[in-house]
């Protein structure tokens, strides 16, 4: 298409990243066969809990810094295309580690558990700064209505992705509770921040 | 992003309503193993349907107050995005429970199953409440079109939510068939009412 | 709201069905466990594609026909919209008895669920009528630049759907395969039929 | 509606390959009560990785130029309402091959598994060429703006499709892992290729 507007990819996205989020609610259940009563069993799955919100939230901080950059964007090309579907590829996938954290948290394989969930957060965010590195160099993508301090405030947003998720995979080998506990820690204190986009207004 | 329109917003949100509405359904299922046949099944998990048709509803109706509220806005903010995703994260959750009442209601751990129900919708509404308080709070995200007999009248409707799912909450620990009853009866008795909206058409 | 713009009510509606459309095909599955194997196996489950492809069918003719008359009008009121939220509660509840013709047909208990599949769509035809004529009566909700003739059209497209639906409730009791075959074929019939809409363009 | 714009048609389709695409992670699970570690369990499974990651893409391809397509459209007619229907019903069952790839490449039942990913990629290519045969032909669905060069290079692009999967089809029946991989192979030298749509920007 040469270039193009931004809206499909917008639906596209969207759709991958609110179907992503509420699906991780169907990997949650309970199992009484064990002689354990209900109310027991509710409060025993809490690793369940843990790993449902804290991949919701990151799902949602995605969506909401994706809102923002492609709101800078005046057209989308086709390598942009290629690299905004691996980025949705990896957050579609995220329902199946959040699954293994869900189930093996506090049991024998945590740490493996914990491994997998890691590895595909640093995945996502590196897919993710290469994504923005793609649209924002030589401006290639972006309006000509964006200064440059917009810019250079998404990049200082971007940049405590990667270590940080370093920080979540190198935490699993040693306490993989802790690290699923930072991940949230991460994302609520994260998400708040109106540091990033005060500047873009 | 300083302030930014409410489209995407609506995009994402409508997303999740509609998916975790959608998902109740996966949950419901009927199993013939043990020599029923399949009418008396199909007739024998009435608990199911119950559970579907009540979150359903709620789902719907918060779908449309959400419609109606972000419609009297001009802007979204950060803070308003992390609130939003709370209230997104609880609904997208709703499943869960709703997957518990249609298991238990009528069995052992059915009051378990109606508390977690009660206590997930009782959190919706308490987070809906903040979510409404901080838009309209100081008028901070409104149109200025919008007349403050409108917001009053929004007022007056988030009023009994909190009340009403905590008398759900109580209903759970004496009776819980009612307790589901009781949230199906506020549910399609609040939806047709025209009373929160007469005013701000 | 009083009145609204249809657009979100679209976003919703459009969602709800899209994603039941979609989720009709994790309702099928083999099961290689009992010495078959897979090819014979992937022949054997004919009952699930013949339910999945009549089941998506009459959610894309439902979802044209939704289309088509929400384009008719220029505004929705609160009562619409619980209606509304009525049938599509009716359409995102099909994959349940969809999933019950994918497992029972040909089996004991295929007549029971067959009946639950054309009871599900009987209801799902006569909430379609109240629907349309909520909308319809009075021109309650209609475009002024509507022509009377465009809205006969749409009662003539809808006025064979109950009956149809009756049918198949009837053979339902005498041949289910039978029910189902007519029901597929009346999908397949209906929706390249340019009758209903040839007036209004 | 005798001709309709392209908006809800765009919904429509847009939710169903979103959906599609990413309900495949739920058919991605392991199973550890065999004695194996998790860790073994997340690299044993890595037909699942495979086969996720190349439908997830060959589904964004479809995206990317169902949106391309119907972008040189200036309006959609009921015939092709119908054939989107019947593309949209091959989409949404690519979930259950997707499944069985997964499921038993490298075990007994992975020739008919992988058949029948093939079989639904080439009934699905042959659908989106009618697709776009259908529009096309006579300028049928096309804006006056869009140069016959445009279409001409849709019609080159679009001519590989068949017989690639053609090909996958007879390399199933030789070794059912190297249709796979030549699948995966196929979307990804496909995708970032700009020649499809040098032409038409």
Redesign the interface.
Known sequence: ????GTG?L???S?????????????E???D?THGR???DE?THIWPSYLA??TT??II?II??NH??CV?LMRRVD??F??IN?LL??TV?????PT??VAQ?LQK??E???V??YAVTMLLMACIYNIWWRYARGDRRLISDAVSNASLDAVDRAFNPGVPSYGLVLVMAFISPLAAVIITLALAVFY????AL??R??
Not at 92 to 96: H, Q
């Open positions: 298409m040469g270039s193009s499909r917008e639906a596209f969207d759709g991958v990243f609110a179907i992503a989020a509420t699906l991780l609610i169907l949650i259940g309970v009484t009563s209900l109310g509710l449902y919100a919701f939230l949602g969506w909401i809102h923002h709101s086709r390598p295309l290629f579907l949705l590829l579609s996938f995220m329902p199946f699954k293994l093996y024998p394989g740490k493996d558990a491994i997998a998400l708040p921040s109106a986009f005060e873009s207004g």
